[in-house]
């Protein structure tokens, strides 16, 4: 009976571990930087669905996600959408598929995921960490590596915003300073090698709106929970004092 009550407790330990919130890669307890995504941000979502169009759609997919439905919630115009968002197929009805043909669509022996419901499987705070944390490694193929996903077979394709890092000598101390919640280039133990076209900060803020539009295309419905649900409330509201003064009306010769 003890042991089973152990075994229980440890279970249950294990399934408290499993949903913490995201602030640690449970893989490889590297600390995430926290984003909070806001797919309500409409400029930072359009932004966002720009450059990953420019980016990232060469590899990867979002096939539960139509260009249509995408211009309509995203409030870009047909015309816009077709001149510069669709590089991978010309029907509006269609969903965003990736660029590449399937036979060549392997990086390394790994095939790019769909990255459809990114976001909502690994969390913003993760795929933001991912996006900020490439550095020089010369043991990959790629040439470059990533404490979130080590050993990833994406390359940095966005060196050339961002630049190239390396892993700073003092790694361990530069996480430390890290989790007091220093700035990314300083605290989270890289180095800047070489310069990109944008300064860290403008960094973080495409990366920012990335995650912000991918937070959108795994719910592209949420807004509109969202705004349905602040529609029920009020209705509720209103109907609780309807019902309050019809109460005291009807009660009002008993008292
Ligand atoms: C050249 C092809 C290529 C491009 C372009 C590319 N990726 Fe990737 N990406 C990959 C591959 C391959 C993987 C799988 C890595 C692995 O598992 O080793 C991957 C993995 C990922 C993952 C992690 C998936 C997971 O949960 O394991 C994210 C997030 C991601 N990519 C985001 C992006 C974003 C955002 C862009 C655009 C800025 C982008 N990628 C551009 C090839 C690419």
Same mark, same amino acid.
């Given at each position: 009976?003890t042991?089973l009550?152990?075994?229980?407790?440890q279970?249950?330990?294990?399934a408290?571990v499993?949903l913490?919130p995201?602030a640690?890669?449970a893989?490889?307890?590297?600390?995430?930087?926290?984003?909070s995504a806001?797919s309500g941000?409409?400029?930072?979502?359009q932004?966002?669905?720009?450059?990953f169009?420019?980016?990232c =759609?060469?590899?990867h997919?979002?096939?539960?996600l +139509?260009?249509?439905?995408m211009g309509?919630?995203?409030?870009?115009?047909a015309?816009?959408?077709?001149q510069?968002?669709m590089f991978?197929s010309?029907k509006?009805?269609?969903q965003?598929k990736?660029?590449?043909?399937?036979? =060549?669509?392997? #990086?390394?022996g790994r095939?790019?995921?769909d990255l459809?419901?990114?976001? +909502?499987a690994?969390g913003?705070? #993760?795929v933001y960490?991912?996006?900020?944390?490439?550095?020089?490694?010369?043991?990959r193929?790629?040439g470059v590596?990533?404490?979130?996903?080590p050993g990833a077979s994406m390359?940095?394709?966005? #060196?050339?915003l961002?630049?190239w890092?390396k892993?700073?000598?003092h790694?361990?101390?530069?996480?430390?300073e890290?989790?007091?919640?220093?700035g990314?280039h300083?605290? =989270?133990?890289f180095?800047q090698?070489t310069?990109? =076209?944008?300064?860290p900060?403008e960094?973080?803020?495409?990366?920012?709106?990335?995650v912000?539009f991918l937070?959108y295309?795994?719910e592209p419905?949420?807004?509109a929970?969202?705004s349905?649900?602040?529609?029920?409330?009020?209705y509720?509201f209103?109907?609780l004092g309807l019902?309050?003064?019809?109460k005291?009306?009807f #009660?009002?010769?008993i008292?």
């Amino acid at each position: 009976m003890t042991r089973l009550i152990t075994r229980l407790a440890q279970v249950s330990a294990l399934a408290a571990v499993a949903l913490l919130p995201q602030a640690v890669n449970a893989n490889t307890g590297v600390a995430l930087q926290h984003f909070s995504a806001n797919s309500g941000n409409l400029p930072s979502a359009q932004r966002g669905a720009r450059n990953f169009m420019a980016y990232c =759609s060469g590899c990867h997919s979002l096939k539960y996600l +139509r260009y249509e439905r995408m211009g309509a919630d995203l409030k870009i115009p047909a015309d816009v959408l077709k001149q510069n968002l669709m590089f991978t197929s010309d029907k509006l009805g269609d969903q965003i598929k990736i660029a590449m043909p399937a036979a =060549s669509g392997d #990086w390394f022996g790994r095939v790019p995921p769909d990255l459809s419901l990114e976001t +909502r499987a690994r969390g913003a705070d #993760w795929v933001y960490t991912y996006l900020l944390s490439f550095y020089l490694d010369d043991t990959r193929p790629t040439g470059v590596n990533n404490p979130v996903l080590p050993g990833a077979s994406m390359p940095h394709v966005l #060196w050339e915003l961002q630049g190239w890092q390396k892993k700073a000598e003092h790694a361990a101390e530069g996480a430390k300073e890290g989790e007091h919640g220093g700035g990314h280039h300083e605290g =989270s133990g890289f180095e800047q090698v070489t310069k990109g =076209s944008l300064t860290p900060a403008e960094y973080q803020a495409f990366v920012g709106d990335l995650v912000n539009f991918l937070d959108y295309a795994s719910e592209p419905g949420k807004q509109a929970r969202i705004s349905t649900g602040l529609k029920v409330m009020l209705y509720l509201f209103v109907l609780l004092g309807l019902t309050y003064l019809l109460k005291k009306e009807f #009660w009002r010769d008993i008292h």
